[in-house]
Nanobody
Framework: QVRLVESGGGLAQAGDSLTLTCAAS????????LGWFRQTPGKEREFVSA????????YYADSVEGRFTISRDNHKNTGYLQMNNLKPEDTGVYYC????????????????????WGQGTQVTVFS
């Protein structure tokens, strides 16, 4: 079993930056793709970004492309989501997740592709 803990959320003004951290313990973090999703009340969980197990091939939702950067440090069992130029529509609970399959380097952007989830961290952006 793996335990994921997100941190770094909070209140931000539009245009500000926040960095989310995902700390992992338990299952081998370095062999699984890392994803970030977000959710607002009444809506389905939305893909934000993902990166493969080795730290390559990052990809993003169109809504955050150019503003967010995903990264990971496998030596520290930690993932990151750097969020710049925040917008009110970025508001939501942000979750990190690890993929179901180890060493898979394809594109994974659906919640069902990920089997381990953190508890989420709230990000609120005001204009």
């Amino acid at each position: 079993q793996v335990r994921l803990v997100e941190s770094g959320g909070g209140l931000a003004q539009a245009g500000d930056s926040l960095t989310l951290t995902c700390a992992a313990s338990g299952r081998t973090f370095s062999t699984y793709a890392l994803g970030w999703f977000r959710q607002t009340p009444g809506k389905e969980r939305e893909f934000v970004s993902a990166i493969n197990w080795s730290g390559g091939h990052p990809y993003y939702a169109d809504s955050v492309e150019g503003r967010f950067t995903i990264s990971r440090d496998n030596h520290k069992n930690t993932g990151y989501l750097q969020m710049n130029n925040l917008k009110p529509e970025d508001t939501g609970v942000y979750y990190c997740a690890l993929s179901n399959d180890p060493y898979y380097s394809g594109v994974e952007r659906f919640p069902t592709d990920f089997g381990s989830w953190g508890q989420g961290t709230q990000v609120t952006v005001f204009s």
